[in-house]
């Protein structure tokens, strides 16, 4: 199998990423005026609801599916069996789900007002599991999921200006966020077949994927708990308000961790596959890292120099209390995407799914017992840092484990410092051009212009590899262009 680079895939799935996003990008400045901050409230927080069910029925099966079928996709006899049992159980831990969700919803009086709007939501749990996008990561498809996912971005978008006009449409955008998440999905069903017959298959053999996918669908699911805690526990000792302000910056936050998450797709079935050769894992894995640090850094600090411009544009003069818990969260990506990054390239990739349950299960604790003690007399803004708070945790855990496979040396440690200085332009800039009385669309594009200008000169001066590799590359396409012309 003809495979294209690392640096093209990732092109491609960021521009995939961009098109998933395209529907929350539009979206959510109009929908935040229409629905208001209420009912914006009321549907994060059905959202954050529904998300537990989702971890239930996805049973940690896409990240073990891509980590393990990576290793055999060339064996045609193989990966079909493989990706039959992967539905098989898929399928079962959606059925369960969907009946654990459904009596829930039918006995509890609380969730009352939100019934029709978590039912709705729910459609979204069959979507995925048939959907198998895990299929087209192994083969690294992403041309098809990009093509396929914009199409649907786009209906989305179309039917969200017919249909959303006030606030009692909140239904109709419940399912319209659906549709532009993962109606795509239902074409899986069709284009999947390029890989395997779709049909269910279970073993004796497939009983050894079981233990390894529960102890992800642990994990998943106690990073479920602890990335939604938040919204769930504001909803219940706030109200709609606050879950509306503090989910606008998390809406953001999560785009923003999202697109970082393009890279580690991408490369995580590159590393599975060559996890066999000691040397080259490493090598591969220290050149990831220091190019994903190279991305994150500065994406991080941007964020947090322009959460207010953020706000304003993507939610609204009526969100404006969300800048400071997007200042937060910014925080939080770092060490958030960070974790990421070593869970699923050195601690999944080594079979260490135990070591990522436990940090995440502590993760959840102290996001927990932090809540309880500061959302009643802190509100949104305690929410933002006991998110903080609980990154820095898994992170320091993760990292710990990860310094048995990976030791950092000295030399990479002083590179990974170049990174954090070049990327402290940005706060400068940033900073001086925020108490500038200009418009606000003026003001960001000369903080992002002169930012990337002032990142990349001192990236160059630093020699930071990866920028110094890109520069390589464009002028070499750039010379075989206009060699091709002539």
Known sequence: MKKNSIFVNTIIYTIKLFTSFLFPLVSQPYVNRILGVTQIGKYNFSF????????????????????EGSKFR?????????????????????????????????????????????????????????GTNWIFNIFEDYVYITVRSFIFQILAICLMFLFVKNEQDIYWYSLISVIAAYGSNTLNLIYSRKYFKFKFWFSKDSLIHIRPILILFASSLASQIYLNLDITMLGIIGDDYQVGIYSSATKIYTLARMTLSAFISVILPRIAEC??????????????????????IPASFGLFGTSAFFISVFCGEAFVNADIPLSILSIALLFSSSGS?????????????????????????????????????CGYIGAAITTLISEVVVFFIQYNYVRNYIIASIKEKLEIFKIIISSSIILLVCSI??????????????????????????????????????????RNKSKKDGKHLC
Request: charged share 15%; aromatic share 12%.
């Open 433 to 474: 051009f925020n108490k500038m009385p200009l418009d606000k669309g003026i003001m960001f594009v000369f903080q992002v212009l002169i930012s990337l200008v002032g990142y990349g000169v001192l990236s160059i001066i630093m020699k930071n590899r990866i920028v110094l590799f890109l520069i390589w590359r464009i």
């Open 48 to 67: 954050s609801f529904v998300s537990y069910f989702a971890s239930i029925a996805g049973l940690g099966i896409s990240t073990y599916a891509i980590k």
């Open 275 to 296: 996890s066999s050769d000691r040397n080259k894992y490493i090598e591969m894995y220290t050149n990831a890292h220091y190019a994903y640090l190279t991305l994150l």
């Open 341 to 377: 990054f070593m869970a699923n390239l050195v601690l999944l990739v080594n079979k260490e799914e135990k070591k990522i349950l436990l940090a995440t299960v502590v993760g959840a604790i102290v996001n927990f017992v932090g809540n309880i003690l500061v959302l009643p007399s």
């Open 74 to 130: 060339n064996d045609k006899k193989k990966i079909e069996k493989f990706c039959q049992n992967m539905l098989t159980i898929n399928t079962f831990s959606m059925i369960v789900s969907l009946l654990i969700l459904f009596w829930v919803i039918t006995f509890s009086k609380q969730l009352g007002a939100y019934k029709n709007i978590i039912m709705l939501l729910s459609l979204e749990i069959p979507l995925v599991t048939f």
